[in-house]
């Protein structure tokens, strides 16, 4: 009876394991293409693609991922994930993208564009896709980003809610320059209560000339470069009659966006006294306090 009792049936080779299929291989999840996230701290360029459930776009979020792409050629063999220079080719693809989602050029709003890389953890478990996430920003410079809620999606077109638009030149007491590094910039501002500043566009850098670090580097290319462009928005033709009448402001991106190739800086009129308490876009130079 005890010989019978552990025989086995008809059929049963004993072996537990050689019909189980194997498990498969552990997979970094690709992110959503369009999803919105909150930050446990301001935003750190290391920590943002540590991976976080999506939040409700209506609700408060920091960061809204508008396109997800994936890393080819020598960025994806390589050890590690790509940074700095070798970013480029991602934020020149994300580019289309933002402007898609937004109506226009990132750079005309208050927002930055930033490409994701996985964490290193991940890269190593064969992750290669990227990220192309836009933060809202009060101010032109590396600012921690706002608190925000609704998606930015058409947000620079229509009535557009996230230009750039007006504001006051901040920090300046004693003749202290902006410097883009320590966070001083342009506060936003209504264009119909009194302001010192207003935006008029992108300027680009002419190839060969660095891209400056500090709004004090942007300084002796700001006055070639935005010229043409502030008296493009005035539409007046005469950049020189602009002298005496109103200032130039020109703020770089940034060096982490110089990296990446880009050639534009932020260009703002100036006015000599915050007595503006409308925009001057299309005004000539009629109106335009002097000094």
């Avoid at 976080?52 to 390589?78: I, L, N, Y």
């Avoid at 590690?80 to 970013?87: D, E, H, K, S, V």
């Amino acid at each position: 009876m005890a010989l019978t009792a552990c025989a086995r049936p008809a059929g049963v080779d004993g072996d537990l394991t050689n019909n189980w299929p194997a498990f498969p291989a552990a997979e970094v999840p690709l992110p959503a293409e369009h999803a919105c996230y909150w930050l446990t701290s301001v935003y750190d360029p290391t920590t943002i693609g540590v991976p976080r459930q999506p939040v409700d776009c209506v609700k408060e979020h920091m960061v809204e991922t508008v396109h997800v792409g994936r890393f080819t050629g020598a960025e994806a063999a390589a050890g590690a994930p790509p940074a700095g220079a070798a970013l480029r080719g991602a934020y020149e693809e994300c580019l289309p993208h933002a402007r898609e989602f937004l109506g226009d050029d990132w750079r005309t709003g208050r927002l930055r564009l930033v490409v994701t890389p996985p964490q290193p953890a991940h890269w190593a478990a064969g992750a290669r896709w990227y990220r192309c996430d836009l933060i809202t920003a009060g101010a032109p410079g590396p600012i921690p980003p706002y608190i925000v809620t609704g998606s930015a999606r058409g947000g620079l077109a229509g009535s557009r809610p996230d230009e750039i638009g007006c504001g006051d030149v901040a920090d300046l007491t004693g003749g202290t320059a902006i410097t883009n590094d320590v966070h001083k910039g342009v506060t936003r501002a209504d264009c119909t209560v009194q302001h010192d500043a207003e935006f008029t566009g992108i300027a680009t850098i002419p190839d060969g000339i660095p891209y400056p670090a500090t709004e004090a580097g942007a300084e002796a290319v700001a006055a070639k470069a935005c010229r043409p462009v502030n008296a493009a928005f005035l539409g007046t033709s005469d950049a020189g009659a602009m002298h005496n009448r109103v200032d130039l402001l020109g703020i770089p991106l940034g060096t982490e966006y110089g990296v990446l190739g880009e050639r534009g800086i932020w260009c703002f009129l100036w006015f000599y006294a915050p007595g503006v308490t409308r925009s001057m876009k299309g005004g000539g130079l009629v109106g335009l306090p002097t000094q």
